[in-house]
């Protein structure tokens, strides 16, 4: 062996010691913080599989405020794998409504058919077989295996991976792959035999409470000593984040219409944007914004604009041109995307599905009007004052 490799080697030899005591010092100082600093939420009183499958998912891209309304409601009407596997669908997107990002609802309960098909409703403990399950990918995998089952098995999300850029000093992109690549070797090599769930919760709440994306509270963290970041004054540069395209701007309307206090809603078909979910008609425009709606549902009365909406998607940024209009009480016949049209009331939309840009729609009709009453009354007015349906 030349002295170039032997010397190379007794390095390797060297520096490995130091690396394990780091990564031990550093799964032992979380897991003390955690057991004092963690939250209270429902989710962490549990080892059942399913729920924390279920946290896991509702906490995607969602606040923890809102998931702690929605997880329990959502829990007591699907208690089990089984009962989530079994139900409508309008049933699932209804209890998930006002959540958003309804292809979480959609890929939830597709994994709970293929459990119960499966593995008669029992998930698997081992990381391989949980990812094989639709809708649940290496970080969902990761949480149930070790929180619920114990194992040694790593996650990375948003939170973990600004932890390990800034406690590590990472000056990669945190999103590429060669940085995904190195987080989840991190990740792995951090993870204890001992408590691993514990472990990774920890990581997360440590993200989401202390080493937060602006303002990282560094006097309060565990891991202040031991962070690159803290240590060279770089909180605010890391993690290194490559700048992401801005969302194509989708002009859309949407026609509010009521009768006797009920709303017309359109269904989308199953797949696509806001699958199988309700909603007022709506279309891309860019023209004038009754052509579209025209086109489907014949001559609009008294078509008038109630207000205006943004709403951005992850890939697309919305904007839609509310207009309030009389329609003929006959339903308008399907038409894509809508497979079917209903009239709603009040007391029924909570058991439909119901998207948040949906009821921005009719939250328009706050400015604008209400009732089929008061959309008869609004017109008479502005036909006595001669004003344009379209000012």
């Known amino acids: 062996m030349s002295i170039a490799k032997r010397t190379k080697r007794v390095r390797a030899i060297d520096e490995s010691p130091p690396v394990r005591n780091r990564h031990a010092l550093i799964a032992e100082r979380l897991g003390a913080w955690f057991e004092t600093a963690k939250r209270d939420l429902p989710w962490r009183k549990t080892k059942d599989p399913y729920a924390i499958w279920l946290s896991e998912v509702m906490l995607q891209q969602t606040r923890v405020a809102t998931v702690l309304d929605y997880f329990p409601r959502f829990l007591d009407r699907f208690p089990t794998v089984k009962a989530l596997a079994e139900a409508d669908t309008e049933e699932v997107l209804g209890a998930w409504s006002g959540l958003g990002y309804y292809r979480r609802a959609r890929a939830l309960q597709l994994g709970a058919r293929e459990v119960l098909a499966r593995y008669g409703g029992e998930l698997p403990d081992d990381a391989a077989e949980l990812r094989s399950v639709p809708g649940i990918g290496p970080y969902t995998a990761g949480a149930i295996a070790s929180i619920a089952f114990g194992k040694r098995e790593p996650l990375v999300d948003g939170n973990v991976a600004r932890v390990f850029a800034r406690l590590f000093g990472l000056d990669f992109d945190v999103r590429s792959t060669r940085g995904l690549r190195e987080l989840w070797k ?206």
Request: proline share 7%.
């Open 186 to 391: 991190l990740a792995a090599d951090l993870v204890p035999e001992k408590e691993p769930g514990r472990h990774n919760e920890a990581l997360m709440e440590l993200g989401a409470t202390i080493c937060l994306p602006g303002e990282p509270k560094c006097s309060q963290c565990p891991l202040h000593s031991e962070c690159v970041a803290a240590k060279t004054g770089r909180q605010k540069e890391l993690p290194v984040l490559a700048k992401k395209k801005a969302p194509p701007v989708v002009p859309m309307v949407a026609l509010l219409a009521y009768r006797d206090g009920e709303v017309l809603l359109g269904q989308r078909g199953p797949t696509g944007l806001f699958a199988k979910m309700w909603e007022p008609p709506m279309f891309e425009a860019s023209g004038e914004p009754g052509e579209a709606l025209g086109a489907l549902l014949g001559e609009l009365r008294d078509a008038h604009e109630v207000g205006e909406i943004r709403h951005v998607l992850s890939h697309r940024e919305l904007h839609v041109r509310v207009i309030a209009a009389e329609v003929g009480a006959e339903l308008p016949e399907a038409r894509a995307p809508y497979v079917r049209f209903a009239w709603v009331g009040a007391e029924e939309l909570s058991g439909r599905g119901v998207s948040t840009l949906a009821r921005k729609v009719m939250a328009a009709s706050r400015q604008g009007v209400k009732t089929a009453k008061g959309l008869e009354g609004a017109a008479k007015a502005r036909r006595r004052k001669g004003i344009d349906v379209f000012e």
